[in-house]
């Protein structure tokens, strides 16, 4: 499947992380993934769901795990029996410029490597999940963009989204990066979280999304949540006190990983 991929000595685990890093055909080069097994999920089977996480721009594979702590939140809820087993997977974007925007470009595809290269990768090396597991997809502002709009424009691959503090609009990637997003070559149809959403609405899978109200990206938000709801396109929307800032994703990483619990246990 891959020319090369390394994976982390599990002699040295510590709180269930492990590293892979793998040479990808899309990105024309090597990419990372931190993953989180939870303890005991042996036990489980071999169909455990994956929850790929995306991150915002600036960050990397990294930083859900250690500006989130997202695995030892979803450790506490698989440990006390809130949410079933789920094995987390956090990529890097690609690692271009300020942020790839999850997005093909000329180049190299970072859409096809979180689509097709982040599953078989974890596929590959973790045990405990198979071509047989549900695979969810969920991400902060740029990731929030990613979730959103890879979810919308490949619902088949994915049981269930959701989105933090989402970019909504590829125009509001210019408040965050300094390269020229005009040269990314994103088709305008493709470009538009909600137009995906409108194109493949009888094909989604269950989505959330939610939003700080002191978020700058809070109007694209309520604009998007507007938008589904005069095409009663079924989703779920929340908004919450917070800002643009780890502190919020931290906290509402739960709300995700609860809601594709949900739909794990058939309640959505």
Known sequence: MFRTIEFSDPRFLQAGLSHITVKSQHLKGRGDITTFVPPNVKSVGNNVPIVILLHGVYGSHWAWAYKAGAHISAGHLMASRVIHPMV????????????????QHEQRD???WICQDVPKAVQQLVPE??????????????GGYGALRLGAKYPHLFSGISGHSSITNWEEMKQFVEEDIESFP?????????????????????????????????????????QLEKESIPHHYEEFSGAHEWPYWEEHLI??????????????
Do not use: W
């Open 186 to 226: 994103v088709f305008a149809e493709d470009a538009n979280v909600f137009q995906l959403l409108h194109k493949n609405k009888d094909q989604l899978p269950p989505f959330r999304f939610d939003c700080g109200k002191d978020d700058p990206l809070i109007e694209g938000n309520r604009q998007l949540h507007a």
């Open 110 to 112: 970072f859409e096809a």
């Open 129 to 142: 999940v198979s071509e047989d597991s549900p695979i969810f997809i969920a991400g902060l502002s740029m």
């Open 255 to 268: 709300d995700s990983l609860q809601f594709f619990d949900q739909i794990i246990t058939g309640e959505i």
């Open 88 to 103: 987390l997977a956090m990529p890097s974007d690609g690692l271009l410029g300020d942020g790839s925007g999850y997005v």
